[in-house]
């Protein structure tokens, strides 16, 4: 039997960046990528994201958490899941200030009522720390071969790693290239060994900027958290902006404030959509 099965879900979203939690506290149960890709398929459990809470690793924090992209993929971040965790475990223990952990570190997160504020650490933007196939020194802009999507539209993407890696093209208009398109390219470019979450972004004013998201893994989603991080730290450091930010998806807008020491703040919704539990039906039989 799937020692998932009877484990409990919750269905949220972080401006419609569909988020699936299945809390997994208190079991040895893993999501395994098969699990994944059943329950993404499912309407009642789709999601972008699901984030698979485990007993806490870290003394002072309330969970460690394993990340799945739709496609099954384990990764090491995703900024709206984690305001939706924050906000869960906060419903559920009436704590404001919530410490998790992923692969990629700790988060701290304060749930207010005007929104989750998670600190999300520090960007990287060395060559081999995205990573990149090739040795670049200055990351701002790297030189990248498109070949049939090229366009002088589409170049020169500024590359960051916020616990996951982001290639950011600036663009005037968001619709200049089709996104659906060039994002399956894009992602799976040889330049990205790991593949890449894909951004076109927008400067707005030296306060806002406006993206949209193709991201690894789950394709177009409404938002995505660390895309938001990773093009205001890049827009910052490329001067188009200063380092407090609000940065606009399709979903609606994040605020993100790159400090002086570095941390990146990242402050959204999370919204509740349902609950329940995991049942048999909802995972493919084994032969
Ligand atoms: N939607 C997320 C990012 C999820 C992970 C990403 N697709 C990856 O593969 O790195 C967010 O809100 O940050």
Redesign the pocket.
Request: hydrophobic share 45%.
């Given at each position: 039997m799937n020692a998932l099965i009877d484990r409990r879900y919750v269905k949220m979203n972080?401006l419609g960046?569909e988020i699936l939690v299945v809390d997994l506290r208190g079991s040895t149960a893993r999501v395994s990528a098969e699990d994944a890709r059943a329950l993404a398929r499912r309407p009642e459990t789709r999601f972008?994201?699901l984030m698979a809470l485990h007993d806490p690793r870290t003394p002072g924090t309330a969970a460690f958490m394993r990340?799945l992209?739709a496609d099954g993929?384990e990764?090491s971040?995703?900024?709206?899941?984690t305001r939706c965790v924050a906000a869960l475990l906060a419903r559920d223990t009436g704590a404001r200030e919530i410490a998790l952990e992923t692969a990629a570190g700790l988060l701290n997160c304060v749930v207010e009522s005007g929104g989750v504020t998670v600190d999300m650490g520090r960007p990287r933007f060395g060559w081999a720390e995205i990573p990149l196939s090739e040795e670049f020194a200055d990351t701002r802009a790297i030189e990248l071969q498109i070949g049939p999507i090229d366009a002088p539209l589409i170049h020169s993407p500024s590359v960051a790693n916020v616990g996951?890696?982001h290639a950011i093209f600036w663009v005037d208009d968001l619709d200049v290239v089709d996104l659906s398109r060039a994002g399956p390219l894009l992602e799976n470019h040889p330049m990205f060994p790991e593949r890449a979450?894909i951004s076109l972004a927008r400067v707005t004013s030296r306060e806002a900027l406006t993206l949209k998201v193709w991201?690894?893994?789950?394709g177009l989603?409404l938002?995505?958290?660390?895309?938001a991080c990773a093009a205001a730290v890049s827009a910052a450091r490329t001067r188009r902006t200063g380092r407090d930010v609000t940065v606009t998806l399709p979903g609606g807008p994040l605020r993100i404030v790159w400090r002086d020491d570095d941390h990146i703040l990242m402050t959204g919704p999370a919204t509740f959509e349902h609950e329940g539990r995991l049942t048999a039906e909802m995972f493919p039989r084994a032969a």
């Amino acid at each position: 039997m799937n020692a998932l099965i009877d484990r409990r879900y919750v269905k949220m979203n972080g401006l419609g960046n569909e988020i699936l939690v299945v809390d997994l506290r208190g079991s040895t149960a893993r999501v395994s990528a098969e699990d994944a890709r059943a329950l993404a398929r499912r309407p009642e459990t789709r999601f972008d994201q699901l984030m698979a809470l485990h007993d806490p690793r870290t003394p002072g924090t309330a969970a460690f958490m394993r990340i799945l992209n739709a496609d099954g993929s384990e990764v090491s971040a995703c900024g709206n899941g984690t305001r939706c965790v924050a906000a869960l475990l906060a419903r559920d223990t009436g704590a404001r200030e919530i410490a998790l952990e992923t692969a990629a570190g700790l988060l701290n997160c304060v749930v207010e009522s005007g929104g989750v504020t998670v600190d999300m650490g520090r960007p990287r933007f060395g060559w081999a720390e995205i990573p990149l196939s090739e040795e670049f020194a200055d990351t701002r802009a790297i030189e990248l071969q498109i070949g049939p999507i090229d366009a002088p539209l589409i170049h020169s993407p500024s590359v960051a790693n916020v616990g996951n890696p982001h290639a950011i093209f600036w663009v005037d208009d968001l619709d200049v290239v089709d996104l659906s398109r060039a994002g399956p390219l894009l992602e799976n470019h040889p330049m990205f060994p790991e593949r890449a979450n894909i951004s076109l972004a927008r400067v707005t004013s030296r306060e806002a900027l406006t993206l949209k998201v193709w991201e690894r893994g789950a394709g177009l989603t409404l938002a995505c958290g660390t895309a938001a991080c990773a093009a205001a730290v890049s827009a910052a450091r490329t001067r188009r902006t200063g380092r407090d930010v609000t940065v606009t998806l399709p979903g609606g807008p994040l605020r993100i404030v790159w400090r002086d020491d570095d941390h990146i703040l990242m402050t959204g919704p999370a919204t509740f959509e349902h609950e329940g539990r995991l049942t048999a039906e909802m995972f493919p039989r084994a032969a």
